[in-house]
């Protein structure tokens, strides 16, 4: 079964940098989504950044031009980095991956059908 895995959370102050990590495991190589998606407490989930099969990225405007997110299909791990963090950055960070996708990527979580437990990411002012 597919299973990803997050890990790189952490505390930090505000203008520090982080790195998260998603390993992911069990699936049949095609084409594929990945994600990170966030949520804050009260909030909901929204999307932070999507990569495409293809190598194509997209940011949540609130992360454009300091999160950028990776892929190393050798690894079989997606990376978001993560830097000249806010204290509005906290929250809890989810990878999320679709295999065998024939359609452009999609901006909701529930497009997804894989999903991390969860990396908890918080920034101090």
């Not at 405007?61 to 299909?73: A, N, Q």
């Not at 990376?79 to 991956?97: G, I, N, R, W």
């Amino acid at each position: 079964q597919v299973q990803l895995s997050e890990s790189g959370g952490g505390s930090v102050q505000a203008g520090g940098a982080l790195r998260l990590s998603c390993v992911a495991s069990g699936y049949t190589p095609g084409r594929a989504c990945m994600a990170w998606f966030r949520q804050a407490p009260g909030k909901e989930r929204e999307k932070v950044a999507i990569i495409e099969n293809e190598g194509n990225t997209y940011y949540t405007d609130d992360v454009e031009g300091r999160f950028t997110i990776s892929k190393d299909k050798a690894k079989n791990t997606l990376y978001l980095q993560m830097s000249s963090l806010k204290p509005e950055d906290t929250a809890m960070y989810y990878c999320a991956a679709r295999f065998d996708v024939t359609r452009d990527c999609s901006t909701h979580y529930l497009w997804y059908p894989y999903h991390g437990q969860g990396t908890q990411v918080t920034v101090s002012s």
